[in-house]
Structures are given as structure tokens and as C-alpha cells.
């Protein structure tokens, strides 16, 4: 079936590459609309729906980071972001360290985890739309970039589309209702420029009974020109609360008969309460100057301020029964006896609200356990504030006509405190800073004292506990860049050098830890340095052929350094940089009927690390999995093509087919919250496993008709394949492959999972018109756009983990089942645009 | 024109946006729990009572107990059970979770509809489950209740009492106590069961301590690894002790809540004093093995067969039979220490006998004013007492022990030996074989 679909995309490459008819794409214009108003409002509109997936999903699975489509300058990215983020598409297979992006020249990737938190400026698509692209390791003016492609970010209001809009989108996604309003005033003779934005989103209930959202986003920018100079200031802010939801097994979509179940909510006193939540608000000030020095040497300098906070919101629980409804102790597949099978399975059919959490129960327990009132469950947010301060400064030098030149500095300084605060105490009086888990294991000791330094705290609402500490780190960078012109060729190389310096410092002396828990850690320093080169041979203005390499060695990110910080400093025992080769080449036709881009990659990294810890019932404690080096391959081509049949309709295709694999053999070590010695390691047997998390092989299909501009409608159909589950390190062990019951093959326990392919169709549909004239000669224009996703109502997987809790005695697979994430259905969106 | 149109909309804008991003509300705390209509319509002891020995039972009939949580697992010395006692009796309840004091904290009023519930044994004992595992037909188990029908067949309704502890006296532990919550008064641990962890927490193993009541009589306090008081050492004093009481076999037990139901607050006990002269249940010494107290003697007249340690049911018992002798004539002698009778008044005697196979031979009890103790007790005078012995266990292990019945010594005077004579055969035709096995088991002298 796959290999037919591929067949499928290359015949249609083939049978539309034909020379395409006289007219021209994109170009017909319309007095009633502004030019480029269709095009640039459909692509707000995905945009606002593209990272949708990853911002209300459990943490279980890593953020997902979508390929980029803002720029809608590369054919690939453009045509594939919204349809392929249903299935969590990530460009050439890369870790979300691979891709950048910037904002006014500083790169937002965290050094705490290499994420690009979009959340920072989400619900101001009207304003952040105004980007640069660079795919995979193409030149960029401002950076060296990054493998998987990096995206930079303008917000001066000099140098926004001069606008007034209001915006009202309806939608059946996460957030049912957006308002916007945004002014941009063009530069007036004193040469300050203004723009802002306000954003609105809410949303209750929907597909996901119990989904809640509200989200306020604000955006000031100021510039101020001075002759040969822009000084700017951009403020910009996105507070948003809204639930999450979590990954379900087989087991509950049959007995809740719903593929939209969710486990993570339930009614007190007959009112819909969630567990599970999320925040997130990181204003961000940043001051920036642009310095023309000479007509060739340019200085823009930038300054970034930013702090903030961000929390999930989960229950914790301690000498009480699990409350979470979906715990597989709760489900009939838990019971060998039949007889209780079918006792537990008419149970739960009957009593419905047996799959939800049982809010008044809680309180109930939180108040008649025990005669003070200390409390069995409480909701907890685990918080992280940051502080970044950030500083860089970039010189352009157009040495020659031909050869151009830039340095970059840069110092960045991010400080991460990390802790658990008790949201509620659902009815109890107090809680205690106790590590309850360390409890069974060492009893009557200090252990169980998270803080000894304030031993036998009692704690309230607001109250800080379980753990608390701060990550400190700072990263010199300095970079070089040149690129030639030639006639026929285009040179360009870079080269960039990271010192980065990592410490950890503890707020808690924790009980099992005293010795190296509180204060700061011995520091890491990392020295690093990447290069590229590549070169492109210009046939003539429509055929470009280019070859690119680089080499790349990054520091281990914090978060997978640390084997547990939550408790205590102790790192990995075998700290390596994170090195990667890669080498793509390719074509690019850009003729006025026809664009193709023809991209084949290679990719080696070597020594990467990670960190999982999850909680792990066994040991009845929050256990971490610490594995380093990692090695990862990556080989594939991506193709894309638009082709224009007749004036009004355009065929779009596009093909991402790649093989992306581990290599090699993994250290692992597991060590638990509550012990401080490791209690197994050893290597995974993971060599030539596919990466997971993101389909391997993904087409697209499409075609756009455009009628004078002011009506477009869009059909496309998007296949996804090849996928592969988050496995689960430790079946893939020694010790598993020793344990397993004699009648089990190894194989059983050992073999990625796939998930099913995945076939969808999308439709939109934009129309724009003119409302209301004046003298002035100004209007005010109306649009609409229409976005249907998933056209066939599937509900289909969009991706899942294999627990990591693994039944080691019985080699069960299905004790603990794989968890999935289930698409909503078919979701609609309405926006109504008013330019004014 | 087109300003006044913008400025509106600002104003509109932000007025909807106030409202929309208007806190997340806060959630109030529910109601209180008001109560239900459900009713008991049996009582604990009458599920004892339907009970046949041995079964498994699954109530069919929607029958509801209500009852006070005495026990649960709040210190982990009871696993995955909670303990239910109404004014009739009470019952463990086996709970397929963790953290069950939660739900069940003591002193909860708990009604239980035991519509799908099985009860059965474990260990002699009536417990609640959830069913049964019948997966070895050699090995029946109960399985405990599943967390999932928590909420199908337990109710709690509010706060209530906890039911004053039963006092009762070593006697007074019977079947019909069990998994009451008793008090047990004037008792200590034996002294080399003292300054001991109550349980093994570093294997996790539970621990069994003999507690001995001052006047006679042991009963075992069982302590869970688990328990979060296992590392906690046992007290030397006397006084009282709360606890579940329990079974298993014929041992009988006792489990405590927390170490706070052992108020061993006084001198330990005083043996000299005028209530006990005499206490054995031969439970310190090691099982197939001839018995050797030094003060005791233990002679074989005839047929070289000596009394042995036996343990059965965890109960340590002093054993005699001629079986597997071969011998015409099996006489063996069990005498006890010395005892003087002249300082107390209205001594008693009393001890437990169990047969065997029982075929005709002979156990005596004996007394005597002037054996020397020199080991031949044949050379002595000796009078038989009268005491009920057991007989009649033709064809196996008889299923109780036969109490003596009170022996009044009060007509003896000085120093005496008592003695337990067996006198039996071996040989000859199966029929003629008198080689009946006799247990004999706490022994014990009072005086008034």
C-alpha cells in the first residue's frame, strides 16, 4: 500500500511536470482585495491551529514541535505544515534541538530543553507572520541556523503591513471562540511607527466534554527611526489557561465506547472539574537597534528580557487509593478470574461515572480520614518560572559586491526554578513536606524530609513543596559568516563557537540526599563549535542545484543531564557533546507555472542523552531512566511541487520519505526517586530501531482553485505512514530478554509497534470583499475563511507511547498497554476578518 | 468617520476580552455527605452463622451489614483488609487496594452490600472477598474485593464511635471473638520476646512475639514487615493490650492497629504471687525433640519411649505414643517440677489432652507425696487424680483439645510431683496394639 502511494506521487510528478498552461501563479490581481491578503490571511489562519496538538497534550510525550509553515517561502513546509501536524510531522526526523526560532535575531530554543516555547507568543498570528525562513542548513543572514531549519522572526512596527482588523474566529477545536483586534499605524514623519494587537480566546466543553480554555494575548511594538539608526521596543505577552489532555489505552475507548475519553476530569457536585491543566504566560520585552555604521557595515543590536511562569496542574495523592479512574488495577483486563471480569466490566458499564474522577470522594476522604484534616489528595502545579536575559549583536558587511560577511555575539543567561505548589487542598487542612515515597523504603529516618533544612513543614495552599531547585544557565556564542556570489555559484560558510555552563542549584536538602542536594552543584562547562559550507550552481534563473554539509556538536541539554534534580545533582555517568554530521543536497525549480524543490539528506548524530521518569507503581516511587549515548541516522528526500493547470487551479504535491533510525547501542541506568544507588544498567538493544513520534513517510496532495483573487478553495489529501510508538526503553534490555517467561519469544516484547496508516482530507475555503468605501479612499474589507480538517470524520490516532512500566516477571505486553492520542474528529474553522 | 468606528471597537474589544479571560473559577468544596437510605438486614453474626465450616459462600440474597471500622491498613500491619464490627461480632474484609484507611478510616460507619460478596476461611478464620480462586483445586484462596467495586458494594456513611475493646481474660478467647477488638489485661511479653522489633522490617517478614497473661496462657501478637511501627521495639512491662484477635489453626493470635494499643505500663508480672504456681504450653522448646526442662523428667520405664516436642497447627504440644516401638510394654513417665503446696490454699490443676488413633492405651495423671526426684518413679507412691483425659479419636487426629476439667489439689499438702503415666503396647496383632498417641498441652497450677 505505501510503496502504490509513493508510486502514486511519483506518476503525478511526472504527468504535471509537464510545461503547464499560459497563465500565471498567484499574480492576477484584484482592485477590490489587497494583494497579498488571501494568501497571507489563509496562512494566519493555520497557523494559529498548527501547534494546536502539542499545547493541550499530556507530558508524556515530548513537545512536539511543528515543521514550519509562517514564512509560506518554502514550497515543502508551507503545503505540508497543517495537514502533516495532525500526525506530529517533524522535518528530516530531527529532535526538536534542530529547529530554530528566532525573534529579532535572538533564537527562543530553551538551553533548559531545546524547545522553542511557541506558547510565549501564541493567539498573535496577525502579527508574527512577518518571517524568514531558512530550510535545513541554507544560509541565513542573521545565524548559523540550524539542520532541521530555522525561522526568523520580525516585530518592528515599521516593518508590519500597515493595518486595522478585527477577527472573529469560531472553531469546534480546543478554543471555540477567538477576537482579535490589531492596529498597525505606518511611520509617521517623526519617524515612530506603532503596532499592537489583543487577542481573546476561550473555549468550553466541545468534542472534549471537559475542555476548558482562555487565553489573552497582547502585543505593543514601538520604533523610533533616527537617521541612520531604528531604535524599537517590542512587548509581547500570551496568558493562557487551558486543559490538557491525556493518552487512553484500547481498554478505555471500548468501555467508555469513545475514542474522545478522557480520564484526566469528573463532576463535584454534578459541575465538570479537570485535573489536569496547564499555564503559561512569558511577557517579553525586547529592546532592539539597528545602526547602518556605513553603507556597508550594518550593526543591529538586540536585548531580551523575559520572565515568567508556566505550571501543569495534576493530582497527588499519598496513603490513599489511586484516584485516577483509568489506573489498570481499575479495569476489568487487571482481573484473571472471570467471574470479577465480568463483575468490574458490568460495573463500570453501568456506572458510567466510575471512568471519571470521583471529585467528592476526595473531598470526602480529605476530610473524614483522619480528625486533622491532613490531607490523602491534593492538586499540585509543577511550576517553572524562568528569567532570561539575553544580549546579541550582529555586524553586516558587504565586503564586496560579491562577498558578505557577519559576525554574531551572543550572551545568554536563562535561570529555571523549578517546584511543586499546592494548588488546592481539596478540603483538607494541611498537607506535610514529606516524601511520602521514601517512607516504605526507609522508615523512621530523616528520609522522608523533603527540605531538612526545614524538617516536618507543614504546608497549605500557595505553599511551595516536594521539591524546589534552579537550574542556572548561560551560554557565550560567537559566529562567523561568509557568503560569495559568483555568477554561476553561491558560496556560503559558517562557523560558530558555544561555551555553555550549566549548575544546578538546590533550595531543599532532601532527606535521601543530604549530602549533594541543596546549594550549588559542581558546574559543567561545554565547549562547542559547529561549521557549514555549501555551495549552489545557479543554471539560470528558474534551475538552482546546491550542495550543503555541516558538522555540529551541542552540549547535553540540562534536562538530560541531570538523573533526577527534582532531588538531588547526581548526573549521568557518561557526559558527551551531542555531534552530528549531515550533507544534503538538491534541486529547486522555480519556473512561473511550475515550483519544484527536490531535497535529499543524510544525517548522523552521535552521543546524544536523555532522561524519562515517570511513576512506576512497582517501586512505588517516581523512577528516571537516564540513557546516553544515543546515536540516530536519518536518510530521505523531500519533494515538493506546485504546479498551475490553468490560471485558476493549482496542483500541489508534496512527498516526505525518509528512513530514520537509532544505531548503535544505548547506556541506560534506572535509578529511583527515593534510593541513591542505581539499581540497573546496561545497554538497549535498540540498533536500527525507527525513530518514533512522527510518520516516516508522509504525502500530500492538493488542489487550490483562485477565482480573481477574492474567492480560493482548497482540497488536499494527506497519507501518513511508516509511524512508530515511543517505546519503551527497558523491554528492550538484557534483563527483559532474561526474565521473560521460557514460552515467550523475545521478539513479543522487543518489536517497535506501528500505528496505522493515516489518510485524511482537508478543505478550505477563503472569499474576501469590499464592505464600505470612502472618499478618503481607504474601505474596509471583509474575509472569511474556512478550514475543515479531516473531512471523513476519523478519529484517528495521532500518536502514543508504550508505557514505560513494564510487567518484567510475566513479560505481558498488555499489562500495561500502549497509550494512544486520538484525533477529534472532524474539526472546523470559521474566521471572520474585518480590515478596516 | 472611520476613527470613531475604531475607537468603538477598541473599546468593544477589550470590554469582550475582560470577560472572557475572567479568572478560572474556583471550585467550592461539595456538600456534605448526607446520608443514605440503606438499611442493614442482617447482622455480622449471623453470617457466621449461616457459615458451614470449610465453604464458600456467595451471598445471592442482597444482604446488607452495617458496622464500625476497627482496623484498616492506616500503619500497613493489615494488608489490603479492613475490619468491621457491629454489636454481634465482627469480620475482616479483604480490599484489593492500597491506602484503604482512606476510604475507611477507623471509627467510619460502613454499610456493605453484600450482594455478589463471598465469605470463606482463611486460616480458620470468616472473612469477606470479592471471590474465589479456584485455579488449584488443592489451594482454594479468596480473592480480595476489586478496587473498581469499591464503590458498588461499600458505603460509608459518617463518623461513629470506635467500639470499647472487649476485656477479656486467656478463657474467655474463644471462636466467637474473632476479629473482635479486644483488650487483653495483665499480660506481657515473654521475656525473651522483649526489647525485640515488633516486626521484620528489614526482610519485610512478619513477626510473631508470645504474649503471656500473668496468669497463665500465651497468646501470639503478629506484626507485618510493613507495619510502619516493625522497627519499634517491644516494651518489658506488664499491662494491657488492644487489639484484632484472630486465629490460625488453633494458635491464637493478636494484631495491633499501632503501638499505641500496647500500654505495657507496669512491673512486669510477679509469678510468685498466690495465682499461678505452675505454667506450661511447651511452646519454647523445639518440636521432634525429646522433652528436656531440667526440672522436669522425662523417663521411660519401659519400652525406651520418651515424651517429644510436637508441633502441630503452631501449637507446641508434649507427644507420647508407643507406635513404632515394637515394644510388649511402653510405660513412660512425664513428671512435672516439684511443686510446694503449703503456701497457698485452693490449688487447682489443669491441662489439655488430644488422642490420636486412638486403640486403648493408657494415660494416668499421678501425684505424689514421697517421690525423690532421683528417676524412678516407680520405686514411689503415687495416686491417681481424676481428670478427663481425650479418648476416642479411633480413626485420625482428634479434631479438639479435652480440657482436664479443674483438678482440686487442696487435699495435698508439702512438696508433690505430678505425673503423666503412659502406659501402652506395640506388639501382637493390630488389634491387640495399644499404642494410642496423647498431646498433652498447657499445663497449669493455680492457686487462690
Redesign the interface.
Known amino acids: 500500500m505505501r510503496i502504490l502511494f509513493f508510486f502514486f506521487g511519483l506518476i503525478q510528478t511526472v504527468v504535471f511536470a509537464q510545461p503547464p498552461p499560459k497563465l500565471e501563479l498567484l499574480k492576477s490581481k484584484n482592485q477590490w482585495v489587497d494583494s497579498n491578503l488571501d494568501k497571507d490571511g489563509w496562512k494566519y489562519f493555520q497557523d494559529q491551529y498548527t501547534n494546536e496538538s502539542s499545547l493541550n497534550e499530556g507530558d508524556e510525550e515530548s513537545t512536539f514541535i511543528p515543521s514550519l509553515l509562517q514564512s509560506g517561502k518554502d514550497l515543502f513546509s508551507s503545503l505540508t505544515g497543517f495537514s502533516f501536524s495532525i500526525r506530529r510531522f517533524r522535518m528530516k526526523g530531527l529532535s526538536n534541538r534542530y529547529f530554530s526560532q528566532s525573534i529579532h535575531e535572538i533564537s527562543m530554543n530553551q538551553l533548559s530543553d531545546g524547545n522553542i516555547p511557541w506558547v510565549n507568543w501564541g493567539g498573535l498570528n496577525e502579527v508574527t507572520s512577518n518571517n524568514q525562513y531558512a530550510a535545513g542548513l541554507k544560509d541565513n543572514e542573521f545565524q548559523f541556523g540550524a539542520l532541521g531549519n530555522a525561522v526568523f522572526m520580525q516585530l518592528n512596527a515599521s516593518k508590519l503591513f500597515p493595518q ?1 482588523t ?1 477577527s472573529l474566529n469560531l472553531s469546534n477545536r480546543n478554543y471555540h ?1 477567538r ?1 482579535a ?1 490589531t ?1 498597525v499605524w505606518s511611520e509617521n514623519k517623526n519617524g515612530w511607527s506603532f503596532a499592537s494587537s ?1 487577542a ?3 473555549g468550553i466543553g466541545g468534542v472534549i466534554k471537559a475542555n ?1 480554555f ?3 494575548s497582547y502585543f505593543l511594538s514601538i520604533d523610533k527611526r533616527l537617521r541612520n539608526q531604528l531604535f524599537s521596543l517590542v512587548l509581547l505577552g500570551n ?1 493562557q ?1 487551558n486543559t490538557r489532555a491525556a493518552a487512553i489505552t484500547q481498554e478505555v475507548v471500548q468501555l467508555a465506547n469513545s475514542k474522545q475519553y478522557q480520564p484526566v476530569w469528573g463532576y ?2 454534578s ?1 465538570i ?1 479537570n485535573a489536569s ?1 496547564q499555564f503559561n504566560h512569558h511577557p517579553m520585552l525586547i529592546l532592539s537597534h539597528e545602526f547602518n555604521l556605513h553603507e556597508k557595515i550594518k550593526q543591529v543590536s538586540t536585548l531580551l528580557l523575559s520572565s515568567g511562569e508556566k505550571y501543569t496542574t495534576a493530582l497527588d ?5 489511586d484516584p485516577r479512574p483509568d489506573y489498570y ?4 483486563s ?4 472471570s ?2 471480569k465480568q ?2 466490566l458490568s ?2 458499564q453501568l ?1 458510567p461515572s ?1 471512568l471519571q474522577i ?4 476526595l ?3 480529605n476530610q ?3 480528625s486533622d484534616k491532613r490531607a ?1 489528595y491534593l492538586l499540585e502545579d509543577r511550576v517553572e518560572q524562568s528569567k532570561k536575559i539575553v544580549l546579541n549583536t550582529r555586524y553586516r558587511i558587504q565586503l564586496t559586491n560579491q562577498l558578505l560577511i557577519s559576525f554574531q555575539g551572543q550572551y545568554r543567561k536563562e535561570a529555571y526554578t523549578y517546584f511543586k505548589r499546592i494548588n ?1 487542598l ?2 483538607a487542612a494541611y498537607s506535610m513536606n514529606w516524601n511520602h515515597f521514601a ?2 523504603n526507609l ?2 529516618s530523616t528520609a522522608i524530609q523533603n527540605d531538612l533544612n526545614h524538617p516536618n513543614q507543614i504546608v497549605g495552599q500557595g505553599d511551595t513543596f516536594g521539591y524546589s531547585y534552579k537550574m542556572l544557565l548561560s551560554q557565550w556564542l560567537i559566529m562567523s559568516q561568509a557568503l560569495y556570489t559568483m555568477p554561476k555559484f553561491d558560496f556560503n560558510a559558517a562557523i560558530e563557537y558555544t561555551s555553555t555552563l550549566y549548575q544546578r542549584e538546590g533550595n531543599y536538602r532532601n532527606g535521601v540526599f543530604p549530602q549533594n542536594s541543596y546549594g550549588l552543584s559542581e558546574p559543567n562547562y561545554f565547549n562547542n563549535g559547529q561549521i557549514k559550507v555549501g555551495v549552489i550552481y545557479k543554471l539560470n534563473g528558474r534551475n538552482y542545484f546546491y550542495f550543503r554539509t555541516a558538522f555540529s556538536s551541542k552540549p547535553p541539554l540540562v534536562n538530560d543531564l541531570y538523573i533526577s534534580p527534582r532531588i538531588s545533582s547526581l548526573k549521568q555517568l557518561d557526559i558527551s557533546n551531542e555531534r552530528a554530521y549531515m550533507a544534503e543536497a538538491g534541486y529547486i525549480l522555480n519556473a512561473p507555472k511550475l515550483k519544484i524543490t527536490l531535497n535529499g539528506y543524510w544525517i548522523n548524530i552521535y552521543n546524544a542523552m536523555d532522561v524519562m521518569s515517570f511513576y512506576h507503581d512497582g517501586y512505588r516511587n517516581l523512577v528516571n531512566y537516564a540513557l546516553s549515548d544515543i546515536g540516530s541516522k536519518m536518510v530521505g528526500l523531500e519533494f515538493s511541487m506546485a504546479v498551475s493547470l490553468n490560471g485558476r487551479v493549482t496542483f500541489n504535491s508534496a512527498i516526505s520519505a525518509g528512513k530514520f533510525v537509532y544505531h548503535g547501542r544505548p547506556n541506560y541506568i534506572v535509578m529511583a526517586d527515593n534510593e541513591p544507588y542505581i539499581s540497573e544498567k546496561g545497554f538497549l538493544y535498540i540498533d536500527q530501531f525507527p525513530v518514533t513520534g512522527l510518520p516516516q513517510l508522509a504525502l500530500y496532495n492538493g488542489f487550490t482553485y483562485r477565482s480573481n483573487s477574492n474567492l480560493f478553495l482548497n482540497l488536499s489529501s494527506s497519507y501518513m505512514g511508516n509511524q512508530w510508538l515511543s517505546f519503551n526503553p527497558i523491554r528492550r534490555t538484557y534483563d527483559a530478554a532474561q526474565n521473560l517467561p521460557i514460552h515467550l519469544d523475545v521478539d513479543q516484547i522487543t518489536r517497535p509497534n506501528n500505528l496505522p496508516n493515516a489518510f485524511i482530507l482537508d478543505f478550505s475555503a477563503g472569499y474576501s470583499c469590499r464592505i464600505k468605501k ?1 472618499r478618503d479612499g ?1 474601505a474596509y474589507y471583509l474575509q472569511f475563511f474556512l478550514g475543515v480538517n479531516n473531512l471523513m470524520n476519523q478519529s484517528i490516532i495521532t500518536g502514543g507511547y508504550e508505557q514505560l512500566r513494564f510487567d518484567l516477571p510475566g513479560g505481558d505486553v498488555n499489562k500495561f498497554p500502549n497509550k494512544y492520542y486520538y484525533s477529534l474528529g472532524t474539526l472546523y474553522s470559521l474566521s471572520v476578518k474585518c480590515k ?1 | ?2 476613527w470613531i ?2 475607537t468603538k ?2 473599546f468593544v ?2 470590554l ?2 475582560i470577560l ?2 475572567a479568572c ?1 473559577k474556583k ?5 456534605l ?1 448526607t446520608g443514605t437510605n440503606l438499611k442493614a438486614n442482617t447482622s455480622i453474626k449471623s453470617l457466621y452463622d449461616s457459615h458451614l465450616a470449610g465453604n464458600y459462600e456467595k451471598f445471592m440474597d442482597n444482604e446488607i451489614i452495617t458496622g464500625v471500622v476497627t482496623a484498616n491498613d ?1 500503619n500497613d500491619n493489615f494488608y489490603k483488609t479492613i475490619v468491621l464490627q457491629d454489636s454481634t461480632a465482627a469480620i475482616s474484609i479483604r480490599m ?8 475507611y ?1 477507623l471509627g ?1 460507619r460502613l454499610i456493605i452490600k453484600l450482594n ?1 460478596m463471598w465469605m470463606g476461611e482463611y486460616g480458620g478464620m470468616l472473612q469477606l472477598a ?2 474465589v ?1 479456584r ?1 488449584d483445586p488443592l489451594f482454594t484462596e479468596l ?1 480480595p474485593v ?7 458494594h461499600f458505603v ?1 456513611v459518617s ?1 461513629d464511635i470506635i467500639p470499647m475493646p472487649l476485656d477479656v481474660t486467656y478463657n474467655q478467647l474463644n471462636d466467637s471473638l474473632h476479629s473482635r477488638l479486644v483488650r487483653l489485661n495483665n499480660i506481657e511479653f515473654d521475656i525473651k520476646d522483649t526489647a525485640k522489633f515488633f516486626g521484620d ?1 528489614i526482610n519485610k517478614l512478619t513477626t510473631s512475639h508470645s504474649l503471656k497473661f500473668c496468669g497463665g496462657g500465651t497468646v501470639y501478637l503478629r506484626t507485618s514487615g ?1 507495619a ?1 511501627f ?3 521495639r517491644t516494651p518489658k512491662g506488664s499491662g494491657s493490650i488492644t487489639g484484632i484477635y484472630s486465629e490460625f489453626g488453633s494458635q491464637r493470635q493478636l494484631m495491633i492497629r499501632d503501638t499505641s494499643d500496647v500500654q505495657f505500663n507496669q512491673n512486669r508480672c510477679v509469678f510468685n504471687g498466690p495465682s499461678v504456681l505452675f505454667f506450661e504450653d511447651f511452646e519454647q522448646y523445639t518440636p521432634n525433640q525429646s522433652i528436656a526442662i531440667p526440672p522436669w523428667s522425662n523417663i521411660a520405664e519401659s519400652g525406651k519411649q520418651f515424651y517429644q516436642v510436637q508441633s502441630f497447627q503452631n501449637n507446641r504440644v508434649a507427644s507420647i505414643t508407643a507406635l513404632g516401638t515394637n515394644e510388649t510394654t511402653v510405660v513412660s513417665w512425664l513428671i512435672l517440677p516439684a511443686i510446694q503446696l503449703n503456701n497457698s490454699t485452693g490449688e487447682q490443676l489443669s491441662f489439655l489432652t488430644r488422642d490420636a488413633f486412638d486403640n486403648g492405651a493408657g494415660l494416668q495423671i499421678l501425684i505424689s507425696n514421697n517421690y525423690d526426684g532421683k528417676g524412678q518413679p516407680w520405686n514411689a507412691r503415687w495416686f491417681s487424680l481424676n481428670a478427663t483425659i481425650a479418648k476416642g479419636a479411633i480413626g485420625g487426629i482428634s479434631s479438639v483439645f479435652t480440657k482436664s476439667g479443674n483438678i482440686n489439689l487442696s487435699n495435698y499438702a508439702g512438696l508433690v510431683h505430678i505425673a503423666f503415666k503412659y502406659t501402652g503396647s506395640d506388639t501382637g496383632p493390630l488389634a491387640s496394639r495399644k499404642n494410642t498417641n496423647y498431646w498433652v498441652d498447657d499445663v497449669k497450677i493455680t492457686a487462690q
Open positions: 486595522t478585527v471562540q477576537f483586534f492596529k489583543f481573546f480566546k476561550q476548558e482562555k487565553g489573552a496568558r489557561v463535584q457536585s459541575k472539574r491543566w495523592w499519598y496513603n490513599a487509593i488495577r481499575y479495569l476489568p487487571f482481573y484473571s478470574d467471574l470479577l463483575n468490574v460495573q463500570i456506572n466510575q470521583d471529585w467528592d470522594q473531598y470526602w476522604i473524614n480520614s483522619t490523602r488546592d481539596l478540603g517512607e516504605d522508615p523512621n470612502f481607504s478596516l | 468617520m472611520k468606528v475604531i471597537t477598541f474589544s477589550s469582550l476580552g472572557l479571560i478560572i471550585f467550592d468544596a461539595p456538600p455527605y492506616a484489593d487496594g492500597f491506602g484503604l484507611s482512606a476510604n478510616p467510619i455478589g470479592g471471590g480462586d485455579s480473592i476489586p478496587a473498581a467495586l469499591f464503590s458498588k460509608a463518623k522490617a510493613f510502619s516493625a522497627s519499634i
